[in-house]
C-alpha cells in the first residue's frame, strides 16, 4: 500500500449529499478548495453512468493535480485511469 504523507483533504463524492450538484461539480469544487485527494462513490448508478460520472471527475483531478479513487470497482477504476 503506497501512502501519501503529502495529502491532506480526502473528498469523498456522492450526489446523494451534493444539495443538487452533480459529481462533477462537486469535484470541481473540492479541487478549487484544495482537495488532493477525491474518491467516486455511488452505489445506485447504473455502470454507464458511473463511466460518464467518472471520466468527468477524472479529467477534474487530473486537471488539478488530485488523486482520484473510485470505490469498490477495480474494472471502473481500471477504466478511468484511477
Keep these: 500500500m503506497r501512502a501519501f504523507p503529502d495529502r491532506s483533504l480526502y473528498v469523498v463524492v456522492t450526489e446523494e449529499y451534493g444539495k443538487g450538484l452533480d459529481a462533477v461539480e462537486i469535484a470541481r469544487r473540492a479541487v478549487a478548495g484544495g482537495a488532493d485527494i ?7 448508478k447504473s455502470p454507464s453512468e458511473l463511466l460518464r460520472i467518472g471520466r468527468g471527475m477524472a479529467a477534474v ?22
Design 38 to 44: 477525491i474518491q467516486l462513490r455511488e452505489k445506485a
Design 61 to 82: 483531478c487530473r486537471s488539478g493535480g488530485a488523486l482520484f479513487i473510485v470505490n469498490d470497482d477495480p474494472e471502473l477504476a481500471r477504466a478511468l485511469g484511477a
